[in-house]
C-alpha cells in the first residue's frame, strides 16, 4: 500500500514539473524578467506538491499503525521551526503572540527583605464565599500553616496563616466582606508540624486528605473556570509551566537552583492525585537548555515550547498538548507552588517562601527579593521611593491588578510592578511624531527594532469604541479559538456559543495581550471572567 502511494506522490511530483518547463520554453521572446517568474511559480508549485504528498504519506501510515515514513530533513523540515539541538522531546513553534520589552529588568541577584506584616486575603480564591468563616480572632496567635478561615460553600478547604505570629486585623470591604486576615510576624517564625508521609505507599484518598488539612490545597487550580480544585474529582492531566513569557516576567531559572529536590517532591506528589499524566512545559526559546531541575524530574512528561508570549502561559500549553473539553478537568500550578508542596514531605511545614521580581521603571533598583506569600508591599519594595504618579501592580502589566502601597502581594503571584501613571493627554495621537511605543501594528517605528526596550505608562492611548471585527485577536492568541466571537457571544448571554467557541480553555492572562492590542478598547479580561462565572453558574 505505502509503495503504490510512494509511485503516485512521485508521479505527481514528475508530472509537476512537465508544465513549468513548458512554459519556460516559451518565454523566451516574454524577456528575462517573465523568465524569472515562471521560474518561480515552478518551484513554488513542485514545494506545493512535496509537502502535500509527504504529509498524505504520514496521514497513510498512521492508519496502517506504521512508522511516518515522510522525509525527517526535507522541504517540510527546512520551512518548518528551527528545533533547538538540546529539544529532547515533544516541540511546538508559535508565530502568533508578540512580546513586549520594557525597561525595569530585574537585577539576576536574589536579596532578603524584612517583611512584618502579611495577609491572606479570600478575593484571591475565584468563588469562595464573600464572607468566608474565620477561626481566629484579632488578638490570637497562630503558628505558619494554621487554620485562619474556610468557605462555607466547601467547609473541606482551609486557608491557613503563611508565618506565624498575631493576628492584626481582620478587614472587610463592600457589603461587609472580608478582604484581608492580617498578620503581624515573629522574628523567628513557628511552623505547625505536619505529619511524615510516604509518597511511594500513601493512598491517594490520604494524600488529598493531608493536602487539604495541611493548608496546601488552594495551590491547586482547577480549569475550566481557574478556581481552587475540587477535591471530589480526579484530574485528567496535571499542569505546570516552567517559564513566563509576560512583561518583565521572573525568571524561573533563579528560582529553581537550591529548590531541585523539593520541586521533583512536588511533581512525584502532583503524579499521585492523577490517572493521567504531569505535564511540564519547557522553555526552547533560550540559546542553551533550561536547568536540569526542570528538565530531568522525573514523574512527568516533558513538552517543549518556543515563540512570543503568551507562549509560556499554561493556557495556551494545555492547548496544544491535552486540550480541555466541557467534560475534562485538569489541574495547575505554579512552580513556586510545587516547591510548597515538596517542603511538605521534606521538611514537613508549609512554608511559603516566595522569590518576587520588583520590576518596571519606576524601581530605582529593580531587583529579585526573598519574602513570604502576602507580603506587605510598602514593606516589600524597601527603600523605593515611589510616588502617587506611580501605579503598583500586583503581577505583570497585562494581567496583574492594581494595588495601593498600603496592600498586600496576592495569593498566585511573584512579581511586583511599578510604571507611571499615565495622566496625560496626547494631542493626535500617532500622529504626531513622539517617544516610541509598544505596539503589534507597524503606525510606530518600534517593529523596525527588535530589541528595543520602551518606557510606558497606563495611559490606554484611547476610549472605548464600537467593538468592530478587526481579526486582531487571533493573530495575538496561539490556539483554535476565535476570541472576538467569543467575546460577544458572552455579551449576548449565549451559554451554547460560549462553549461551542471554547470558552473552558480560557482565563484572563490568555487574553490579556488581545486586551493590550484592542483597537476597540474593550475589557476583554474583565468580560471573560463574567462569562466563565456564567458558566459555572449554569453548571
Known sequence: MLNRFRRHALNVFIFSILPSSFLLAQSGSGGIFNTGLLVIAAIVFIVAVYLVTENLLGVESQDMGLKDPSSKKGVKSIL???VPAYVDGPFKSFRRGHNILLKGVPTPEISDVEVRTFALQPGNFIGISPIPKV????????KAGDELFFDKKRPEVKYVAPVSGEIAAINRGAKRAISEVVIIADKEQKYKELPAINLDTI???DLVQFLLESGAWPLLRQR????VADSAAQPA???ISTFDTAPLAPNSELIIKGNEADFALGVKMLSRLT?????LGLNANGESAPSEGFTNVPHAEKNWFAGPHPAGNVGVQIHHTAPITPQTVVWTLGVQDAITLGKLVSQRRFDVTRIVALTGESFDNPRYV????GAKLSELVGSEKLSDSDRIISGDVLSGHQKSIDQYLDFYDDQITAIEEGRHFDMFGWLIPGSMKPSVSRTFPGFLFKNLK???TTNTNGEPRAFVVTGQYEKLLPMDIYPQHLMKAIITNDFEKMEGLGIHELIEEDVALCEFACTSKQPLQKILREGLDFVREQG
Open 454 to 456: 520602551y518606557s510606558v
Open 237 to 239: 492531566n496535571i499542569f
Open 203 to 205: 493512598s491517594r484518598e
Open 135 to 142: 477561626v481566629v480572632e484579632v488578638g490570637s496567635e497562630v
Open 275 to 279: 490517572e493521567g499524566k504531569v505535564y
Open 80 to 82: 518548518g521551526p528551527k
Open 370 to 373: 526573598r519574602t513570604k506569600q
Open 224 to 227: 475550566p473556570h481557574d478556581i
